[in-house]
């Protein structure tokens, strides 16, 4: 195990330059990408690759965090498949003899929730926000079929399960003493966003409201407007020292800020300067994103991100 002084001093300094998608397998002898590295004392996270899901990193591009609270481990993100679940257990196990006895879907996309089939054939209990658990129930057997498609032989035994237990604004667990809050801060990247905060440690597991090394995808009918004002009204007032995005290295506030919430406000100026010049959908996709050309994904997001800003501030 990485002694936890030493993982946190590389996950503090941790820059977009450190994140790459020709990085290779971080942990071959594992279906994870990466060896969960224990962020502070008792919070540890196997770190995704920042690329999209591929069958070489088994879907494992997001983070899976576990917390040992001293009376049960609570998982957060179930994982992008049975087998990748499964590998995480194997990690936890390493680690502590306590039963897994909470896992928390932070939305509900595939890598967040396919894993649910293997914590549930444990006989543990899933937490999701309503709005996750309708998206799968919706859209759970397409996220699937997508997993199939990349993950081949990897997705042997994954099958949709929904979360069973469901909260709309938050979630108080007291788990050997410790108080943790898991919460839906309000409209950010998607459906269902949550977020685990833990104030006696100053740590927030933030899921997909927080990114720095990687672009952050803005989905169809997404509200940037929203997602800005839920990041300045909630989670800028709870001023964690440590931070687990949803992808890329452990940080701090100041980093993700960058690269989210700044993001945000600078190409929705962008795009509205370019509606100002009577510009249109075809020539928004070529609006100045060059600050943040250095980010992973930014060739797969960056013009599909400036068409759906515009979509959205055109009808502002």
Request: glycine letters at 8%; aromatic letters at 10%; a negative charge.
């Amino acid at each position: 195990m990485i002694h936890f002084k030493t993982a946190l001093a590389l996950c503090l300094t941790a820059t977009a330059a450190l994140a790459s998608e020709d990085i290779p397998d971080q942990y071959p002898q594992s279906e994870l990408y990466s060896k969960p590295v224990e962020v502070i004392p008792h919070v540890f996270s196997a770190i995704g690759a920042t690329a999209p899901p591929t069958y070489e990193n088994a879907g494992h591009n997001n983070n899976l965090s576990f917390i040992v609270t001293g009376d049960g481990v609570i998982v957060v993100n179930g994982g992008a498949s049975y087998r990748l679940a499964r590998a995480l257990h194997d990690e936890i196990r390493a680690v502590t003899d306590q039963p897994v006895k909470l896992v928390i879907n932070e939305n509900g996309q595939g890598h967040a929730m396919l894993g649910n089939s293997y914590w549930a054939e444990q006989g543990v209990d899933i937490l999701a926000h309503e709005e996750a658990i309708a998206e799968v129930e919706a859209e759970g057997d397409f996220i699937l079929q997508g997993m199939r498609a990349y993950n081949r032989d990897k997705a042997e035994g994954t099958r949709v399960v929904p979360a069973n237990l469901s909260f709309s604004d938050s979630y108080a667990i007291d788990m050997g003493g410790l108080q943790i809050e898991v919460m839906h801060m309000g409209p950010a990247h998607g459906p269902g966003d949550t977020q685990v905060w833990i104030p006696a440690w100053d740590i927030l597991i933030a899921g997909d409201i927080a990114f720095h090394e990687r672009m952050p995808p803005i989905f169809e009918g997404a509200c940037t407007k929203c997602w800005i004002e839920t990041w300045e009204t909630k989670l800028e007032p709870l001023a964690p020292t440590y931070i687990i995005p949803g992808h890329g290295h452990p940080t701090n506030l100041a980093q993700v800020r960058r690269y989210t919430h700044d993001y945000l406000v600078y190409l929705r100026d962008r795009i509205g300067q370019h509606i100002d010049d009577g510009g249109d959908l075809a020539g928004a996709y070529y609006v100045d994103q060059s600050p943040y050309a250095h980010l992973d994904t930014f060739e797969e997001l960056a013009t599909k991100n400036a068409g759906r800003v515009y979509e959205e501030m055109e009808w502002e």
